[in-house]
């Protein structure tokens, strides 16, 4: 069946949410924090991956693994980007994915990506970034109707704020 990437799953309800939009999938959610995966039966004595049903936690770095996977040759059906808000901040912006110098890796990796985020700004970011890598790139609400992936999502559609969902191609 197909695989999908869940980059930065934190306390992996993302991923959970993500096997049950896709049945015949297997998800892969990772995350670098030992307590957001805790909560998902993840304990580091027991090595680097959890398994939950269809789904696969592992702790790790993202840049690093994103790098050894590339260099494996590995591919995913789709990888999806979930933030609740850009980080970091303005500030440190160049460490975002998009402007950060693993994404022509992270792009390596699937011919599909998406990304979803309560602002704005951050999705007009992440379009413009598939886009200067000569991906597609649609950006749009989501509508409210669609159940939220991950508990900020919920949070915020909740408070009235608008979503934001990238769909990048390639």
């Known amino acids: 069946g197909s695989v999908i990437l869940d980059t930065g799953c934190g306390n992996g309800e993302s991923s959970l949410a993500l096997s049950e939009r896709y049945p015949d999938a297997w998800i892969v959610g990772i995350d670098k924090t030992v307590q957001r995966l805790a909560k998902r039966g993840y ?82 970011e992440f379009a413009a970034s598939l886009l200067a890598s000569n991906w597609q790139a649609q950006r749009a609400v989501i509508p409210d109707q669609e159940p939220p992936l991950t508990p900020f999502e919920a949070k915020y559609q909740a408070s009235g704020h608008a979503l934001w969902q990238v769909l990048g191609t390639h």
């Open 43 to 124: 304990r580091r004595e027991n090595g680097p991956v959890h398994t939950h049903g269809r789904c696969c936690f592992l702790l790790a770095d993202l840049v690093d693994l994103w790098r050894l996977m590339a260099a494996a040759g590995w591919q995913f059906d789709k990888q999806y980007v979930l933030y609740p808000n850009p980080w970091p901040r303005a500030a440190q912006r160049l460490r975002r994915w998009p402007l950060h110098p693993v994404w022509p890796t992270l792009l390596q990796l699937s011919q599909r990506v998406e990304l979803r985020t309560n602002w704005s700004i951050y999705a007009e």
